[in-house]
């Protein structure tokens, strides 16, 4: 799923409900620059073998919301950068909401 929403600027949603993610490994920069996206629920993503999320949501800068309860981040072993770019108020928001996300997915 690298790179598959990329620079995609001008969306403004997204159902992804219906995507399946059980073999999924690699979800880096899956969602970078889509500065439009002002929410986006991923609830249903399963990402136990998920081992790269670098840049994820790199640039998402209208993001407010976004839903990632079930987010698994244990086997993963980049996640630089995943909320970089974004608001500072939406990456303090992350921040407080998930503290299972290591502080190298935020700006410093």
Do not use: W
Request: proline share 1%.
């Amino acid at each position: 799923m690298e790179d598959m929403f990329d620079e995609c600027s001008s969306l403004k949603e997204l159902n992804l409900s219906n995507f399946y993610t059980n073999n999924v490994t690699n979800m880096r920069f899956m969602f970078k620059k889509c500065s439009s996206l002002k929410e986006l629920n991923v609830s249903y993503f399963n990402t136990k073998k998920v081992t790269d999320m670098g840049f994820m949501f790199y640039y998402c800068s209208s993001l407010k919301e976004l839903n990632i309860p079930k987010f698994h981040t244990n086997n993963v072993k980049n996640i630089d950068s995943m909320f970089c770019r974004c608001s500072k108020q939406f990456q303090n928001k992350i921040r407080a909401k998930y503290k299972n996300i290591k502080e190298e997915a935020f700006d410093s």
